[in-house]
């Protein structure tokens, strides 16, 4: 049997990811922080997972507790995926190194410590900055973060990293872009929260709601990071993850509407780019000086850049490995019927 390592097992791409190798017959040692999940408890419950309870930050403590159940199975570890970051627009800017960049360091450690065959970096496409793209591929775009912010500032340095410290065969490096599904607390729940009080669908500047969203649904995320870890052909490579539907941004929020707010009758206005900076840079001052985990209300300077341009990347690398190893993405459709049958069980 093979074995994974995977960390930030209990979060939100992070379960997806121990559900898709565990579907796939591996064991999973699963690197939780502080708390795990019900459904990391239950395949733990059939063996199919091991729990690990450390801070990635801390590498000896999480390479000690790492080998000694290595040890138990009397395994090799086969791959380390790495889902564990503090993904925010706002925050102080040494959390983002401990969490985003300290424990790739970790992590690149290990793998050659423990001579891992390969390594699998959750990284972002937020690495290309916040403009207007249109269908670039992954090769075709430079490394740039716009506006200055630690989240992508440290995914570049992270993802450098990772290229200067380990051969090109040993690491992939995945880019998804607007991860939703079911159980995501980030991005949908921002666009609830927002569209609860206000009586419209707010949009800023030239594109008026008609630029893409980017979105990657969380089980294309989990597969697409699977096969990474198992193809050679994609090693040394970064991967795009996006769905193939072009979806704007006013769909995007209509759709969370439908499903969440379905009695909200909600119309849409544009208001200009600079008014909104105004707000945003007061949201992001603020919630950067408490140090939140997400920004006391939206538009954060941040967020505001990226639902304000037309973040259209190119998924062929994605497609093209996924139609290779025999599998379907999830379609947005599907992606929407799963929303509204786990809304309606709640």
């Known amino acids: 049997m093979k074995h994974v390592f995977v960390t930030g097992s209990a979060g939100f791409i992070g379960g997806y990811v121990v559900n898709r190798f565990v ?24 063996g199919a997972v091991t729990i690990i309870q450390e801070d990635v930050t801390d590498g000896v403590a999480t390479k000690r ?41 970790n992590l690149v450690r290990m793998v050659n410590e423990l001579h891992v065959t390969r390594f699998v970096f959750v990284s972002t496409t937020d690495v290309y900055g916040l403009f207007d793209f249109h269908g670039e591929a992954e090769d075709e775009l430079p490394l740039r ?98 769905d193939d539907e072009w979806t704007t941004m006013d769909e995007f929020y209509r759709m969370i509407a439908k499903v969440y707010l379905p009695h909200r009758t909600l119309r849409t206005v544009t208001l200009p780019f600079g008014l909104g900076q105004c707000v945003a840079l007061i949201v992001s001052f603020l919630s950067n000086l408490l140090n939140l985990h997400k920004p006391f209300m939206d538009p954060s300077y941040y967020a505001l850049y990226a639902v304000g341009h037309n973040l259209d990347f190119s998924n062929r690398r994605m497609k093209a490995l996924v139609a290779k190893a025999g599998y379907a993405l999830v379609t947005r459709e599907q992606g929407i019927r799963e929303i509204e049958e786990r809304s309606n069980i709640g």
């Not at 290595?70 to 102080?92: F, M, P, Y």
């Open 23 to 46: 579907a796939e017959g591996w064991h999973v040692l699963a690197l939780v922080h502080r708390t795990t999940s019900p459904a990391l408890a239950r395949l733990a419950d059939r």
């Open 65 to 105: 507790k790492l080998v000694a159940e290595l040890e138990k199975r009397q395994a090799t570890l086969d791959v380390i995926v790495h889902c564990a970051g503090r993904a925010s627009d706002v925050g102080w800017r040494r959390a983002f190194r401990k969490t985003n960049f300290d424990s790739v360091r």
């Open 145 to 242: 973060a716009r506006p200055r912010n630690p989240y992508p500032e440290f995914k570049i340095a992270a993802e450098q990293l990772v290229r200067a410290e380990l051969p090109a065969n040993r690491f992939v490096i995945i880019r998804p872009a607007q991860v939703w599904g079911v159980g995501d607390q980030t991005i949908t729940s921002r666009v609830v929260d927002f569209l609860a009080w206000s009586p419209w669908i707010v949009h800023f500047g030239n594109w008026r709601g008609q630029n893409r969203a980017p979105l990657a649904h969380v089980r294309n995320v989990a597969l697409t990071i699977f096969l990474a870890a198992t193809d050679p052909d994609v090693a040394g490579q970064a991967v795009n993850v996006v």
